[in-house]
């Protein structure tokens, strides 16, 4: 019961997170381009990948582990709402934008995952 409570914590800040910075960065942006939801998924890649390389190393907990990749990741993230957006340039008829939609999702979360594992390991090996 407790892991249920952890998660539900994570996905809630993780949601409440999401809908702030997608809606800040789309405002911002004035733009028809789904950037909101791309850069929650970019700056969560990249979060998700850094606390990765700090889980390993650290041996989080399992209910640690729960909260942050499961919990607040997940509500974070967005995929079903970049699907949405993908879908719905493409109802309107904007194949070119649906498309680069996908493509920098997709490799610019790759990307990001990386980066973020990457810089973890290399402030890790200066802490020791």
């Known amino acids: 019961m407790i892991k249920v409570l952890i998660l539900i914590t994570g ?5 409440a997170l999401r809908y702030g910075v997608s809606m800040w960065v789309q405002r911002s ?11 929650v998924n970019i700056i969560g890649s990249f979060l998700i990948g ?8 650290y041996n ?6 729960a ?3 499961t919990g607040l990741f997940g509500g974070f993230t967005t995929f079903s709402s970049f699907a949405l957006d993908t879908m719905s340039l493409i109802k309107i ?3 070119k934008l649906a498309l680069l939609n ?3 999702s997709n490799v ?3 990307i990001a995952v990386f980066l973020g594992l990457l810089l973890g390991k290399n402030v890790l090996s200066l802490m020791k």
């Open 93 to 95: 008829g904007d194949y």
């Open 29 to 39: 942006l004035q733009y028809s381009f789904p950037f909101g939801i791309l850069s």
């Open 50 to 57: 850094f606390c990765w390389s700090l889980a390993e190393n």
């Open 67 to 69: 909260f942050l990749f």
């Open 102 to 104: 996908i493509l920098a």
């Open 60 to 65: 989080f907990s399992a209910n640690t582990r």
């Open 11 to 15: 996905g809630a800040i993780g949601s």
């Open 108 to 110: 610019l979360g790759l």
